[in-house]
């Protein structure tokens, strides 16, 4: 009965692994962290997969407000060594 239950754990955090890796790809992120961690923490890596931010909407909504006229005064989020014009 012990083996049975650590063989649906085993599975259950194989199947967290390949759908947090999966989501992670989608949300063009390190899929294979995303897997390791899916592996090692099961549920909790799932959800942290899911919660991570898309990297396209963060590159889409940027160049929507750039095109608006917005300009980062911080000086953080652009390339190195430029200067503001």
């Known amino acids: 009965m ?3 239950l650590l063989l649906l754990i085993a599975a259950s955090h194989l199947a967290s692994a390949f759908l947090a890796a999966t989501i992670a ?3 063009a992120r390190n899929s294979r962290s995303w ?3 899916g592996l090692l923490f ?3 890596g799932l959800i942290g ?3 991570i931010p898309d990297r ?3 590159v889409f909504l940027r160049h929507l407000a750039e095109a608006q006229g917005y300009r980062n005064r911080r000086g953080s989020g652009g390339k190195a060594g430029q200067s503001e014009r």
Do not use: P, S
């Open 49 to 51: 997969a899911a919660g």
């Open 56 to 58: 396209h909407q963060i």
């Open 35 to 37: 897997f390791v961690a």
């Open 25 to 27: 790809r989608q949300k």
């Open 2 to 4: 012990d083996w049975m």
């Open 42 to 44: 099961g549920l909790l």
